[in-house]
Nanobody, 128 residues
Framework: QVQLVESGGASVQAGGSLRLSCATVSGYTGSSACMGWYRQAPGKEREDVATIANDGFTAYGEPVKGRFTISKDNTENTLYLQMNSLKPEDTAMYFC?????????????????????WGQGTQVTVSS
């Protein structure tokens, strides 16, 4: 019922910027309860990057605070992640996720909510 397709991953130098996009195709009426970006580097556990709730409330992981910005365009059903001041430790596969149906996720928090739809990921590589 929901398809998420990420794009925008690339190889960049440290200090550079990228914007990731996640296009959403949904059979639900209305927008998601939550959407988020997650990342996983080889040999490491999946890490929460940023989430955004139906009401626009955002939350960020400590490693990306002040450098990354999550946003969504409800008219285009697209989620974005603007990444600035990239560091080599940001290198990972980045995944888009969503929780449907709206309006609120289990437990009321997008940061701790399970997500029931995931994209295939887009690779970000940052070289020093």
């Amino acid at each position: 019922q929901v398809q998420l397709v990420e794009s925008g991953g690339a190889s960049v130098q440290a200090g550079g910027s990228l914007r990731l996009s996640c296009a959403t195709v949904s059979g639900y009426t209305g927008s998601s309860a939550c959407m988020g970006w997650y990342r996983q580097a080889p040999g490491k556990e999946r890490e929460d990057v940023a989430t955004i709730a139906n009401d626009g409330f955002t939350a960020y992981g400590e490693p990306v605070k002040g450098r990354f910005t999550i946003s969504k365009d409800n008219t285009e059903n697209t989620l974005y992640l603007q990444m600035n001041s990239l560091k080599p430790e940001d290198t990972a596969m980045y995944f888009c996720a969503a929780f449907f149906p709206p309006p609120t996720p289990p437990g009321g928090s997008c940061w701790t909510s399970p997500y029931n739809y995931w994209g295939q990921g887009t690779q970000v590589t940052v070289s020093s």
